[in-house]
DNA sequence: AATGAATGAGCTTTCATTCAT
DNA sequence: CATGAATGAAAGCTCATTCAT
């Protein structure tokens, strides 16, 4: 693969909610080059370089290179978890908890843990089934907060598909702008939340 | 990786457009293992073993490994971007054309093309910078079609939003059900369309 | 390797002995791709390219890739034999068969069999054991005109030391021009058969 | 091949200014192997086994297959290269100095870097073309030295023929005693650089 | 005779992981 | 904790040879 355009460290951004212990200095490498070379592709050599270590020394801090792309999927869903659920507790209406919601998860894909939030997806099944309900377990908890705030705005008439489904469009709207989303100030992440928060509220006015 | 749960190549959906020849078993063979056990997880020989023949064979139809994964993309662009014009020269207005496009997209997405398009998403980076310059070329033709009809959705002011990020966010939110539609008679693949439908017209009626 | 600087047969030096026979053919393309490739870097199929057929097609001429090998390596010592035989009876003296055997086998590797008494020199491991008896057999009667000469000229006193050993140390020499040696103005084929002639010949002046 | 016949490193000859790193342990092996057997049909197995490693630890210490074939041929000439300079140092008459090469250059080729040298030779062509140049360069500095002597000899009318062609010939008759010379008492090595040593004055003594 | 798809053993190289230091 | 040489299984790919047509 094309390792020479791998930076240091330092270069790449730092992934949120992760320190300057060696772990948390292996798990940011890890997400930058999982996502960029694909994890298959990534060697525990390549990550060392990166880190500034030697290969055998990984393994001192994770027990396999599977460990590692585990760690950065939970750590990237517990962050934002915790993200989320600060930002639900200030919203009040339904639908200012949708738009919360919206703009958490496009922060969490397009911000500082993008990259992990991205291998999450590319990678998935990179994983053993065993890790995948590991995983599953902490991702559910975080869907069952967006399906609870659709689910009262379905109550309210404020949208009219069923919330399972209109979330999993959602979703993959919101995951898929990490593959094309630039800022800029015709387009901010702001205007970005808005035009979801429209998408997700369609039809809305039909009844109005 | 878990070898033991792929099936013989009669047991793969048969993936549209690609008939009985060698080639066409290879590329549907690979169309399910890239998909379901990855790209790099998926060896010549597990391939081989599930077409039929040996692993030096797949290298009188295929000049590597990468070529059968390019021409996966490949022929599920071609196909689906025929079966598209198809659709679409039937469809009067912007609105029914839409609706045609959403429905192509699903269609390729769950129906037998859904297991290429997939690969064509999530192994995207295994792809040499060159061929992805050549799958590109096949997807721009497609992409052209879509915003043709959201611009003039959008100049009729049905529409509201940049038709090239409102593409993105359907596209995104298209894509993604191959992760977790599964037809049942409570959401059709006509109910699931009609739903994206009313995300894409999202606020049409605001104005009205 | 670099196959694309191989040309078609038609622009292979016709090696000396072989007629337009697809054995003959096969022969003068396998000596050119071994001298230039070597043997084992150089594929059936390489040769069958530039013989013009197929590689199962080979297989109809020759038993197998080492019965090419043999085959030119035992062409290339028959023709020059027989050319050295005619050549040497035409000489009385052993001062003129010495130079008739010099140039001779100078004739043999520059000209027009020189590839194919490369290859006999450079895969010549590349022979079983029981096929390198095969060809030494022919080799020893070759040689043995050689040290016939040498010892007359031993006797004579003209040359001094051993004839079996001079022999070798000629044997070199003329062997390697195939690696140096072209055909000039100031430096012609008889110029550089005087030239060896003068060193089969040192030491001769020391007595006069 | 033949590799029953092949033995453990402890058999084999130590060449010439190789110690027992695992580097020089490889490259003693490699120039064994390779002289034998031939560069192709030599494994990286049969390698690593003679040297008593596993294979993949051959590529700890060299990038490539061929990284080992260069390092073998480029070790044998500069091993040489310093032996002769010093012998070249302590000659005062180019007569002296020409015997010195001569000597030297025969032990390189029947002493403990015989079978590096003559891997040079055999598998020239194995090398890639650039490979090929990095390995020219050394050599030409070795050939000025003998150039620079025949020169010296020619102007003192000691030789007759141009000193380039001359020592190309003489390289031939050296080199080639690798396929044939073992030493005895009735043909040491002494004798048998006396009686190059003859054949390089050749006519000296036409002009006497 | 000629074809060319198919074979399958064997090649070089890669790489996660181990472990003596 | 860190190192980095060593491991050895497994990868992608090659290629002489076969054989049904």
Redesign the interface.
Known sequence: M?MMTIKALEDIPVMGGLDDSPRGRVLRAAAHLFR???Y??TTVRDLARVVGIQSGSLFHHFSSKEDILCAVMEEAIRYNFARMKAAMAEAITPQLQLRALIRGELESILGPTGEAMAVLV?EW??LT?ERQLQVLALRDEYEAAWLQVLTQLQQQGII???PF??R??????????G???RPEKS?TLDD?TD??L??A???R??D?
Do not use: K, S
């Open positions: 094309n960029h070379q694909g298959n592709r590319y099944n990179a089934p009219q598909h069923p489904f209109w999993r469009l959602l979703a993959g709207a919101i995951a898929w702008t593959n094309w989303y387009m970005l035009m979801v429209d998408m509220l369609a039809g006015a039909q109005g």
